[in-house]
C-alpha cells in the first residue's frame, strides 16, 4: 500500500477518487500511521534535468579522479548525501533506515532547487560544470531572473 497517488484533475474526479481512497485506507494495515498530504501537483524531475545532473556528476569525478579515485556514482551519492539527504525506505513490513533520498521522486521544482545546490557547490570547488544554454536547468535560471 506504500506511496499509492491518486490524481485529482477536475471536480468530476472527486467522488471516483474518494472511494479508491477510501478503500485503501480500510485496507491498511495500520502498523504505522497513514498520512494524506493536499498539495498542487506538479510533474517529476524531467529527463532533461536527470541528464544534465549525470552530466555533472561525470564532471566533477574527472575533475578530483586528480587526487583521487571518486567514480561519476561516488559523486552522485555525495550530492544526494549533502544536499538530499536520508530517508526511511518502507519495503512490505521492513524498513530499511537511513537511505539516500532518490532524486525520482522530486518535483521539477524541487531538482531544479538540487541542481541549483549542486551547481554551486561545484564552484565552490572549482569544477566548472557544463550548463548548456537550452538546458531546462539554464531556462529555469532565466525564468526566475
Known amino acids: 500500500m506504500n506511496g499509492q497517488f491518486w490524481l485529482v484533475q477536475n471536480r468530476r474526479d472527486i467522488d471516483n477518487v474518494l472511494t479508491f481512497f477510501r478503500k485503501s485506507l480500510e485496507d491498511w494495515n495500520y502498523e504505522r500511521p497513514v498520512a494524506w498530504k493536499l498539495e498542487a501537483y506538479s510533474t517529476s524531475r524531467s529527463l532533461n534535468q536527470n541528464a544534465l545532473f549525470h552530466m555533472w556528476c561525470g564532471q566533477m569525478s574527472k575533475h578530483f579522479s586528480e587526487k583521487v579515485h571518486v567514480s561519476p556514482e561516488d ?3 555525495l550530492m544526494k548525501n549533502e544536499f538530499l539527504g ?3 525506505v518502507v519495503v512490505g513490513s521492513t524498513t530499511i533506515p537511513n537511505q539516500l533520498r532518490s532524486t525520482k ?10 541542481m541549483e ?4 557547490w561545484g564552484i565552490d570547488h572549482g569544477v566548472t560544470l557544463t550548463n548548456p544554454q537550452d538546458s531546462e536547468f539554464q531556462r529555469a535560471r532565466n525564468a526566475q531572473g
Open 75 to 77: 559523486m552522485k551519492k
Open 86 to 88: 536520508t530517508e526511511d
Open 105 to 114: 521522486s522530486l518535483s521539477k521544482g524541487e531538482m531544479h532547487q538540487f
Open 117 to 120: 545546490q549542486v551547481f554551486h
